[in-house]
Nanobody, 120 residues
Framework: QVQLVESGGGLVQAGGSLRLSCVAS????????MGWYRQVQGEQRDLVAT???????NYADFAKGRFTISRDNFKNTVDLQMNSLKPEDTAVYYC??????????????WGHGTQVTVSS
């Protein structure tokens, strides 16, 4: 059973930094695309950043220049370093990983989320 467990959220003042970590486990196959998303209550879940198994990255505009995504394929971890945090970054941050579940199908798997709160 595939599981993703996030850690590293918390309360930080504006301008501060946090590092989120996610450990993925339980897949017979290697993990493909991994990423971070965030959601404010009552709103849709938005992309923050993704990273391929080869290290290719993609960032939402609000994350460019402030956030850095990285991964360790041996440990099946994906991290998100967040700097210069703003109150509008307050959200629940979710880790996502894609992995093969059958010979012909990949599925998305999500963690339970970690709260990030940025005070002004």
């Amino acid at each position: 059973q595939v599981q993703l467990v996030e850690s590293g959220g918390g309360l930080v003042q504006a301008g501060g930094s946090l590092r989120l970590s996610c450990v993925a486990s339980g897949s017979t196959f290697s993990f493909g695309l991994m990423g971070w998303y965030r959601q404010v209550q009552g709103e849709q879940r938005d992309l923050v950043a993704t990273i391929t198994s080869n290290g290719g990255t993609n960032y939402a505009d609000f994350a460019k220049g402030r956030f850095t995504i990285s991964r360790d394929n041996f440990k099946n971890t994906v991290d998100l370093q967040m700097n210069s945090l703003k109150p509008e970054d307050t959200a629940v941050y979710y880790c996502k990983a894609v992995t093969r579940v059958t010979l012909f199908r990949d599925d998305d798997f999500w963690g339970h989320g970690t709260q990030v709160t940025v005070s002004s």
